[in-house]
């Protein structure tokens, strides 16, 4: 096994050398290929990805109404200006959708959400780019599209929600 590769730092003018392992290497290079490719995420332990027991479907769908309901009353209380996570509201909220059989557009969504038009447009590219969203185009109007999770995005809100720490929503 080689030994420690060697790299001078310059540190206010300072110059060091920090010694990096073969470990170090790897980890670093393990992390380089993490950050350029979005279709690979860091293992997950078995723990966190399986819930021990699987909840049924309206469990669900209550933990999901649940979450987005205490995030909607959080604004009575404080400056709705504190909090910014359109994406996960954007998820919850076509999870909700679809199990309703609703297929909601752009406008709707952001209506729904209290969330400028802009903002959830940048977020449905990021979600959509993510593979956790499809558009589906309208079939006489091409200015819409309908709004929907993929699998993937489903299979990984439905892990989440049935985790037993998320008995309590957040």
């Not at 003018?13 to 790897?26: A, F, H, K, M, S």
């Not at 609703?102 to 959509?128: G, N």
């Not at 079939?139 to 929907?148: G, V």
């Amino acid at each position: 096994m080689p030994g420690p590769t060697h790299f001078p730092v310059n540190d206010d003018n300072l110059e060091r050398t920090v010694r990096l392992t073969g470990q170090d290497i790897r980890a670093a290079e393990r992390l380089l290929h993490l950050i350029s490719d979005p279709d690979v995420r860091p293992d997950v332990a078995p723990a966190m990805a399986e819930p021990a027991v699987p909840l049924p479907p309206a469990a669900l769908l209550d933990r999901a109404r649940a979450m987005i309901g205490l995030r909607r009353s959080r604004h009575q209380y404080f400056n709705p200006a504190m909090f910014g996570e359109p994406a996960w509201d954007i998820l919850l909220s076509l999870y909700l959708a679809d199990s309703a059989g609703e297929r909601p557009t752009t406008v709707k969504l952001a209506a729904l959400i209290d969330t400028p038009l802009s903002s959830v447009i940048r977020w449905l590219s990021y979600l959509e780019k993510e593979r956790l969203i499809e558009r589906i185009a309208h079939p006489t109007d091409r200015r819409i599209a309908f709004l929907k999770l993929t699998p993937k995005a489903i299979q990984a809100l439905e892990a989440f929600l049935s985790r037993s720490d998320n008995a309590a929503p957040a």
